[in-house]
């Protein structure tokens, strides 16, 4: 079904024993770069506190009855049933799922995939999962059959990605039945993968890191995990309030991924959105 002028896009995500202050960042700068879709936020163990405060900045709360839940598996289940069960069928232009406690935005998604086009959106770590060893072994454990097919994939993270309602709710449920079964306690990025590699979704296109949708600190920037010799793309840059950008070409990121593993930039984006932050600060500037 093509777009009508009264869709909207929709923010789904999902979290579990989260408070304001690990919803803060990632709620603050959607705000600042604009986004006007909705917003729903599927919540286990949340205080009222923090549910009212999330309603005051016109989020919806959702949540299911469940007796256990396993977030990295479970959420892909409650985004199909919510898209399926909750919204009309062609709501929504498109829907952005995102990690919450370690993501902010500097442009608005919206507008972002607008400029992109395609079907579903995903973000590169910039390696193939031979080089990367989390990546690696969990591919392994998951779906040791297609190893050999898989290793010299890029990886995509699972943590960031968007796409057409119908389309994006046919992924989450397949992603979840892949994931059930593999008794892996962090499936969902293997099986997205997997999905995405065997080009049996139609449409799908991916955003790698070479391009300006998200970049994937955890890979690219973890003084802990120093996979430079491997990187398939350019290393992110930062000025001093913590804008990232694009190395060689000085390119903002839409979407900062893990950057709390990061020393220093995790203190200046903690910073911009602490309690007392001016809205008077701008974006740096890179020198040319």
Known sequence: MGETADQKDLMLCCVVNYEWPQIRNFALSLEEVGFAGD???????????????????????????VKQINVMTDR???????????????????????????????????????????IVLVGSEGLTFEHEAWGRQ??????PHL???????????????????????????????????????IPDQAALNVLLHSHKVEGLKGATADKSWSINMGTTSDPEHD?????????????????????????????VHQYDRVPGLRELINARYAPDYSKGVKPDVLEK
């Open 227 to 255: 996979y430079s010799e491997h990187h398939m793309y350019d290393p992110p840059i930062w000025g001093d309030q913590g804008f990232v950008f694009r190395g060689h070409t000085g390119e903002q990121y839409c979407v």
């Open 147 to 185: 190893w050999p097919y898989m290793k010299n994939k890029e990886i995509h993270n699972c943590g960031v990605w968007a796409g057409g309602q119908h389309a994006f709710a046919q992924i989450a449920q397949l992603v979840y039945h892949m994931s059930i079964g593999t008794g892996q306690p």
């Open 138 to 143: 969990n591919m392994q454990g998951c779906f």
């Open 76 to 118: 892909h289940l409650f985004y199909y049933k919510y898209l399926t069960e909750k919204c009309d069928r062609s709501a929504y232009r498109i829907v952005f799922s995102m990690d919450v406690r370690d993501v902010v935005f500097q442009t608005n998604p919206s507008t972002h995939f607008n400029n992109l086009g395609g």
């Open 39 to 65: 917003k729903t936020m599927i919540a286990f163990g949340m205080s009222r506190e923090t549910c009212d405060e999330l309603r005051s900045r016109e989020w919806s709360i959702a949540s299911y009855n």
